[in-house]
Nanobody, 114 residues
C-alpha cells in the first residue's frame, strides 16, 4: 500500500505560478507518476506524466507552461505550473502506477482567479 500526499495548491492570480508536490509513503523508484485534474462538472483528465525512466508527457493545453519532475530519493513528484489561467482551476490529484497497482492522493485545490 502506498499513500500519496499532495501539497502546494492554493489561490493564485492569472499569470501566476504554483508548484505542487506529491510525496509517497514509500519508494517511487520505477513507478509511473502522473498529475490529473478535475474541474467542477468535468471528467478527471491526465495533465502530465513521468515514467519510471523519466520520460514526460503533457496534454496540449499545458505544454510549455507546466513541468513535471521527480525525486526518487525523496519519493516526491512535482508539478511546476507557470502562466496559470482560470481554465487551470481544478482539484489536482497525484497518481502512482506500477504493473497492476495504482494509487491516488486526496487532491489539492488550485484556483486561478483575480
Amino acid at each position: 500500500q502506498v499513500q500519496l500526499v499532495e501539497s502546494g495548491g492554493g489561490l493564485v492570480q492569472p499569470g501566476g505560478s504554483l508548484r505542487l508536490s506529491c510525496t509517497a509513503s514509500g519508494t517511487i523508484f520505477g513507478w509511473n507518476m502522473g498529475w490529473y485534474r478535475q474541474a467542477p462538472g468535468k471528467q478527471r483528465e491526465l495533465v502530465a506524466s513521468i515514467s519510471g525512466r523519466g520520460s514526460t508527457n503533457y496534454i496540449g493545453s499545458v505544454k510549455g507552461r507546466f513541468t513535471i519532475s521527480r525525486d526518487n530519493v525523496k519519493g516526491t513528484v512535482y508539478l511546476q505550473m507557470n502562466s496559470l489561467n482560470p481554465d487551470d482551476t481544478a482539484v489536482y490529484f497525484c497518481n502512482a502506477a506500477f504493473r497492476d497497482e495504482a494509487y491516488w492522493g486526496q487532491g489539492t485545490q488550485v484556483t486561478v482567479s483575480s
